[in-house]
T-cell receptor, first 113, second 111 residues
Framework: DAGITQSPRHKVTETGTPVTLRCHQT?????MYWYRQDPGHGLRLIHY???????DKGEVSDGYSVSRSKTEDFLLTLESATSSQTSVYFC????????????FGPGTRLTVL | GQQLNQSPQSMFIQEGEDVSMNCTSS?????WLWYKQEPGEGPVLLIA?????ELTSNGRLTAQFGITRKDSFLNISASIPSDVGIYFC???????????FGTGTRLTIIP
């Protein structure tokens, strides 16, 4: 499982509140990713990181910010949650055996009421 | 962004049947990855393809990288109940840190 944990695993929050999701990895992977998964859309990249304090946007980055102050932790923040951000969020790391391979965490189910 | 079409969206089959699903892209890529996602879990890598025409097997699963580099298929032979899940194709190029995923094929096995 590439040593990836996500917290919390489930969260219910209200519109307008800030939310932070955490991804933690134990195997010193350089690249980390945040995706959201919605029915009919597959997995869509929100942001990714290529090192400590090095991040870049994905295809659906509006309304999200990220931070990576340590190699092992990648945080995803919804500054002011909206109902459209109700989704399942997955963290992933880039593997080192096969080119482009990624390993995924167990996911966080977020509901914004 | 890249257009990646995955079909079929869903499949209902009986145990023991063979399964075939495919993905097509609007552009050429040099990496095709196939993932499986079981309920409540993250996707797991099944097969990685890096060469046009390449045919790779993983147990009962076989995947091929199309010679045009714009398509790939995944076959599952003699399906069993644990094959249930959503199968995703994904594409990338060497040196690109990002993957683009298809919308998935949901496989259901009818008892």
């Amino acid at each position: 499982d590439a040593g990836i944990t996500q917290s919390p695993r489930h969260k219910v929050t209200e519109t307008g509140t800030p939310v932070t999701l955490r991804c933690h990895q134990t195997e010193n992977h350089r690249y980390m990713y945040w995706y959201r998964q919605d029915p009919g859309h597959g997995l869509r990249l929100i942001h990714y990181s290529y090192g400590v304090k090095d991040t870049d946007k994905g295809e659906v980055s509006d309304g999200y910010s990220v931070s990576r102050s340590k190699t092992e932790d990648f945080l995803l923040t919804l500054e002011s949650a909206t109902s459209s951000q109700t989704s399942v969020y997955f963290c992933a790391v880039r593997g080192t055996v096969f080119p482009n391979e990624q390993f995924f965490g167990p996911g966080t189910r977020l509901t914004v009421l | 962004g890249q257009q990646l079409n995955q079909s079929p969206q869903s499949m209902f089959i009986q145990e023991g049947e063979d399964v075939s699903m495919n993905c097509t892209s609007s552009s050429i890529f040099n990496t095709w990855l196939w993932y499986k996602q079981e309920p409540g879990e993250g996707p797991v890598l099944l097969i990685a393809l890096y060469k046009a025409g390449e045919l790779t097997s993983n147990g009962r699963l076989t995947a091929q990288f199309g010679i045009t580099r714009k398509d790939s298929f995944l076959n599952i032979s003699a399906s069993i109940p644990s094959d249930v899940g959503i199968y995703f194709c994904s594409i990338s190029n060497f040196g690109n840190e990002k993957l683009t995923f298809g919308t998935g094929t949901r496989l259901t096995i009818i008892p």
